[in-house]
């Protein structure tokens, strides 16, 4: 059966259960969340404990020369018209003295998600939403643009940025056409809201929009169908969506496999989603983290490549 087969019969049989999807939707795994088991653990909640206990935590990111020459393939994809957004990713070298399992254990974020089967070896702890349901309403979260929360006036900095304005619109409006898809009448109820992430040795602003609509009272039924329409998120992808995963693609020239994808849970009458960003994964006895940012014409290729090293963090 199909990823979209699957998940609507699992929600016309209202039974609770997990799922976790990847960026291009060929693996998943969908189990009840009675039958769960150890390979899979998660924790919703916004704790905010700092950790501390000495770690060591070094990165090893692309080299700038390379960052440079994938940021102007970007460029002239938008220069020609293909993409208008496109969120560049790529993924960094870490080491660190702490296991995946204590990095789960101790990281402060909105889902925290760890994931051991066969070969797939990471952890998440991802501060952004995907989708909730409840009472025949679904909503979106798409987050974009951050910034050092330590600099003077950094609230305004990035309101007034006119690249993170363009890009936070743009991925609004790119989720208010996916939502289009699958609800009616949809809204735009907040838009660029600031959450603060800690760190032990920095703090982080975002800023990230709430977008409502209406679905149908049988929509347990239909859940397959809703993902199926929405995914891969747009805020992990770019507009025009279609064109921009395909130039992406063949830039990044990686397996984001899980990074960038989906992990949620259906309680039998409600549903919430998370976006799998903040991601390490074990490959081959390394580990690495992979992030990324969105570019706009706008973008300057040095303040993205810092926001991509930035975004190499541990969550306490």
Known sequence: MELKDILNKFGSSKEPFLFLISYNLNNFYIKKLDNCQKNIQFKISNKNQIYTKDYTFKKYPIS????ERKFNLVQDEIRSGNSYLLNLTTKTKIETNLSLDEIYENANSLLKLRVKIDDLDFVCFSPEKFVDIRDNKIYTYPMKGTIDAKLENAKEILLNNKKELAEHTMVVDLLRNDLGKVAKNIKVERF?????IKTKNSEILQTSSLISGDLQNNWQEKIGDIFSNLLPAG???GTPKKSTIEILKNIENYD?????GVFGIFDGENLQSFVLIRFIEKIKDELFYKSGGGITSDSIVKDEYNELIDKVYLPF
Request: proline share 0%; hydrophobic share 25%.
């Open 192 to 196: 660029r809201d600031f959450s603060k």
């Open 256 to 260: 984001r496999d899980f990074y960038s």
């Open 64 to 67: 700038f020369k390379e960052y």
């Open 235 to 237: 805020s992990i992808t």
